[in-house]
């Protein structure tokens, strides 16, 4: 009986650390409800000056410009900009400008986050400097497979930069959303790709979900950013309406299956 009664106080005992563990990891993974990572930076930008001065987007269906923004002063040299937002198209392209503080020369890097999964991952980078520099200029593709939803797009300087999210000594990291749409025809997209979109995003008591070549029932299911599952059903209509009104606010994933393919979307609820 000892046995047995130390034995289930281990198991709760590793499941209390468990939790503490993935609060720890979910508070770095989704800082202020919105961003992947906030990456750990020795120096602030006040002390260091190794920051983004200037960010502007040209040549999409919506532009926008934040020009000297300087330091800052946001918590770990961390901004999110988020009523900065460009609208792109999908399978079309846009500009980018970014520079830096003139006289601190630093490697920088860009990643949009295409399919919304909440990964920066590497195939998501969409430029890294080579070498120190203070400002470039680019093209951006815009993928005819990334999600048509509101997306992450992440700017970085730092001392050290290898990825979205790893440490430096210096830097500043700013994240603004970008708008994908469609502009295709439906006949033309790719045979497993769903054409679908949700609305509002944030919500607060009603989801639409929309989708364009709507033919067959569809299973989809609602998960907590744990994974766990908090609503599954299927979709019978082009525009369905999910009650979202009892779920606690927070960040959740919706995914649909369709002919073999799980395809996500991140939804916020406030």
Known sequence: MILLIGYIWLKQKQKSMKK???SAVLSIFFYNGFSQCVPAITNDCFAVANIVDSVVVTNALVNFSNDGTDCSGQDFNFAFYKFKTATATLGNSFDLRVALN???PSFMGVWIDWND???????????LSTGTITAM?????VPLTAV???VLMRIRSASTLTDACNAASSGETEDYNILLVNDT????LPSNLLAWSIFPNPAADKLNINIDNFNENLDFKLTDIIGNIVLEDKINSTNFVLDVS???RGIYLLSIDYKGE???KKIVLE
């Open 102 to 104: 003139s006289s601190f």
């Open 117 to 127: 999964d909440l990964v920066f991952s590497p195939t998501e980078q969409v430029f």
């Open 20 to 22: 503490i563990l993935l």
């Open 262 to 264: 799980k395809q996500v």
């Open 185 to 188: 025809r439906v006949e033309n």
């Open 137 to 141: 200029s680019i093209n951006v593709p």
């Open 148 to 150: 048509q939803d509101t």
């Open 246 to 248: 009892k779920l606690q």
